[in-house]
Nanobody, 123 residues
Framework: QVQLVESGGGLVQAGGSLRLSCAAS????????MGWFRQAPGKEREFVSA????????YYADSVKGRFTISRDNAKNTVYLQMNSLKPEDTAVYYC????????????????WGQGTQVTVSS
């Protein structure tokens, strides 16, 4: 069992930066694929980024590639999402998710979810 708690969301102007954190509890955090998803009002939850258990492989949606960076610290049971050059279209609730299996980008492939943190980017 893995419990996830996100933090770091907020209101930022376009072009600004935020860093999201996801603190995980559970004995096997280091073996999970960790991902970030987001859901804007009226839209489906979409994949943003994921990182393998070792941190050696990272994946990004095309919409955030080059602007967002995912990382993890297994010693702290924490995964991060550094978001730079934010745009109004990045406005969404951001969710941390954990997957006990191979890498995936689909919502239903992830076993555990956090409660979400709101990111609002003003123009």
């Amino acid at each position: 069992q893995v419990q996830l708690v996100e933090s770091g969301g907020g209101l930022v102007q376009a072009g600004g930066s935020l860093r999201l954190s996801c603190a995980a509890s559970g004995r096997t955090f280091s073996s999970y694929i960790m991902g970030w998803f987001r859901q804007a009002p009226g839209k489906e939850r979409e994949f943003v980024s994921a990182i393998t258990w070792s941190g050696g492989n990272t994946y990004y949606a095309d919409s955030v590639k080059g602007r967002f960076t995912i990382s993890r610290d297994n010693a702290k049971n924490t995964v991060y999402l550094q978001m730079n050059s934010l745009k109004p279209e990045d406005t969404a609730v951001y969710y941390c998710a954990a997957r006990n299996g191979p890498f995936g980008t689909l919502r239903n492939e992830y076993n555990y979810w956090g409660q979400g943190t709101q990111v609002t980017v003003s123009s």
